[in-house]
């Protein structure tokens, strides 16, 4: 009895970490390019398959029991879908094939919840619910998690070598996720997988509880000081794909505020480019009314790429040669917020005149030479 009470209540633990992990997600802004928005959807399902897992655990019911199995499954499904795109996007960037990779677990949703799940039992009187699946489909949804979830570990091992060419300290970090992961998938594959495929209903399997250790880690390394240096390791390696040209600070109007390039660049070319800008993007918004609302994010041209990250009063943007990555548009984003935050009063008041404001020459010094991070 005592081990059926720890069961149900370990869920509980795995469903606010990973919860947690979500909610801090969109509390830092953290939703606005693929790689953000599949590891916010990973975790939140990772938390949504746990609370599945502890009402599943705690009701009585057995039609309400079946009901929270078939959203277990579903709930994990999608999670480790999402794991993957994630470590994919995070080492390289999303593209149009990756799309029809959501395809089949997208499709395996209504054979979850009509074919696959067929039945709850209670081995006794007041004891957890099991779940009785289709051998033959579960055997099936096995292969594509495991087909799914194998990636996105490989991935993460990636991660820790390139990880590991810049900072030995913060590689050992992501090798204890790497390690807890892969710990949590051949133990859910041993335990869940094979009581699933062999219809066990002698007792029930540990389901969303081994993912309480792997979200630990994660948090213990993504974000208490530590997330950012990961994610400036991983932009350096996604830095050998583009070359930064220039980098320039903008208000809302178009003027430029600051601008620095590697090579020197006269002022007219700076301030023609700021008003061209500022053209285009006026002529979408009054061209398209569906666009309004909207900013310019890109414009390319061949090889050259001018991105686009907007603030409340003013924008950065950024000409590169080569592939521009999620990473680089996350540092323009969190750099200008910084700048915002520290100049606010003079942005709301601003009257031209760049000595207002501070901070700005090295905003764009770190976009366009950021740091080593080697000894890190």
Same mark, same amino acid.
Not at 86 to 110: D, S
Not at 307 to 333: K, P
């Given at each position: 009895?005592?081990?059926?009470?720890?069961?149900?209540?370990?869920?509980?633990?795995?469903?606010?970490?990973? *919860?947690?992990?979500?909610?801090?997600?969109?509390?830092?802004?953290?939703?606005?390019?693929?790689?953000?928005?599949?590891?916010?959807?990973?975790?939140?399902?990772?938390?949504?398959?746990?609370?599945?897992?502890?009402?599943?655990?705690?009701?009585?019911?057995?039609? %309400?029991?079946?009901?929270?199995?078939?959203?277990?499954?579903?709930?994990?499904?999608?999670?480790?879908?999402?794991?993957?795109?994630?470590?994919?996007?995070?080492?390289?960037?999303?593209?149009?094939?990756?799309?029809?990779?959501?395809?089949?677990?997208?499709?395996?949703?209504?054979?979850?919840?009509?074919?696959? =799940?067929?039945?709850? @039992?209670?081995?006794?009187?007041?004891?957890?619910?099991?779940?009785?699946?289709?051998? *033959?489909?579960?055997?099936?949804?096995?292969?594509?998690?495991?087909?799914?979830?194998?990636?996105?570990?490989?991935?993460?091992?990636?991660?820790?070598?390139?990880?590991?060419?810049?900072?030995?300290?913060?590689?050992?970090?992501?090798?204890?996720?790497?390690?807890?992961? @892969?710990?949590?998938?051949?133990?859910?594959?041993?335990?869940?997988?094979?009581?699933? %495929?062999?219809?066990?209903?002698?007792?029930?399997?540990?389901?969303?509880?081994?993912?309480?250790?792997?979200?630990?880690? =994660?948090?213990?390394?993504?974000?208490?000081?530590?997330?950012?240096?990961?994610?400036?390791?991983?932009?350096?390696?996604?830095?050998?794909? *583009?070359?930064?040209?220039?980098?320039?600070?903008?208000?809302?109007?178009?003027?430029?505020?600051?601008?620095?390039?590697?090579?020197?660049?006269?002022?007219?070319?700076?301030?023609?480019?700021?008003?061209?800008?500022? =053209?285009?993007?006026?002529?979408?918004?009054?061209?398209?009314?569906?666009?309004?609302?909207?900013?310019?994010?890109?414009?390319?041209?061949?090889? =050259?790429?001018?991105?686009?990250?907007?603030?409340?009063?003013?924008?950065?943007? %950024?000409?590169?040669?080569?592939?521009?990555?999620?990473?680089?548009?996350?540092?323009?984003?969190?750099?200008?917020?910084?700048?915002?935050?520290?100049?606010?009063?003079?942005?709301?008041?601003?009257?031209?005149?760049?000595?207002?404001?501070?901070?700005?020459?090295?905003?764009?010094?770190?976009?366009?030479?950021?740091?080593?991070?080697?000894?890190?």
């Amino acid at each position: 009895m005592a081990a059926i009470d720890f069961l149900r209540t370990l869920p509980v633990f795995s469903a606010i970490v990973w *919860y947690s992990l979500a909610i801090l997600q969109v509390y830092r802004d953290r939703f606005r390019t693929w790689t953000e928005r599949f590891f916010l959807l990973a975790c939140f399902f990772t938390g949504l398959y746990a609370e599945s897992d502890l009402a599943f655990f705690s009701t009585s019911n057995p039609a %309400v029991a079946l009901t929270l199995a078939k959203l277990s499954v579903t709930a994990i499904t999608f999670a480790a879908v999402f794991f993957f795109m994630f470590t994919q996007t995070y080492l390289g960037k999303m593209k149009q094939n990756y799309v029809p990779l959501l395809v089949p677990p997208a499709a395996l949703v209504p054979v979850i919840w009509a074919f696959m =799940v067929q039945d709850v @039992v209670q081995p006794e009187p007041g004891s957890l619910f099991i779940g009785v699946f289709n051998p *033959y489909i579960f055997g099936a949804w096995l292969v594509i998690m495991v087909a799914y979830s194998s990636k996105g570990l490989f991935n993460v091992y990636r991660l820790q070598k390139i990880v590991k060419e810049q900072s030995e300290r913060l590689s050992k970090r992501i090798f204890g996720i790497f390690i807890a992961l @892969v710990s949590t998938f051949f133990l859910g594959l041993l335990t869940n997988g094979y009581l699933g %495929v062999t219809q066990n209903t002698a007792f029930p399997p540990p389901f969303s509880s081994l993912f309480v250790i792997p979200g630990l880690l =994660v948090s213990a390394t993504l974000y208490p000081g530590a997330r950012g240096m990961v994610s400036e390791a991983i932009r350096r390696f996604r830095a050998r794909r *583009y070359v930064i040209q220039s980098v320039m600070l903008l208000y809302n109007n178009g003027l430029v505020m600051r601008s620095s390039s590697r090579r020197a660049e006269g002022e007219t070319d700076r301030d023609l480019l700021g008003a061209t800008l500022d =053209v285009i993007q006026n002529f979408m918004r009054t061209s398209f009314p569906l666009l309004r609302g909207k900013s310019l994010k890109t414009i390319e041209h061949g090889d =050259v790429r001018i991105i686009i990250e907007r603030g409340r009063f003013c924008y950065i943007a %950024v000409i590169l040669e080569g592939e521009e990555s999620d990473l680089l548009r996350r540092q323009m984003r969190d750099e200008l917020e910084q700048f915002e935050a520290a100049n606010r009063g003079a942005l709301v008041a601003w009257r031209g005149d760049p000595t207002e404001t501070v901070g700005g020459e090295q905003m764009l010094s770190r976009i366009l030479a950021p740091p080593e991070l080697f000894g890190a």
